[in-house]
């Protein structure tokens, strides 16, 4: 499929924003595996949208990966 230049610029920024959310849900839980008190439900909640955010990351670098003409 092929994107405009300003689809392709949303995309990277869309990317960039996901990255970086993933990169402090990481960042979260470590500190939260830190602390005496864990509240399971919610290290389980951020590890389900790191998951998610993984697997929007992954689609949207495949999607802007150019097409190989056969």
């Not at 290290?43 to 955010?53: A, E, Q």
């Amino acid at each position: 499929m092929q994107y405009t230049e300003g689809r392709i610029q949303e995309m990277k920024r869309q990317l960039a924003e996901l990255r970086l959310e993933h990169r402090d849900l990481d960042r979260a839980l470590d500190l939260m595996q830190e602390s005496t008190y864990i509240d399971q439900i919610q290290v389980r909640r951020m590890k389900k949208r790191k998951l998610m955010l993984k697997d929007m990351i992954a689609y949207l670098e495949n999607a802007l990966i150019p097409d190989e003409p056969a």
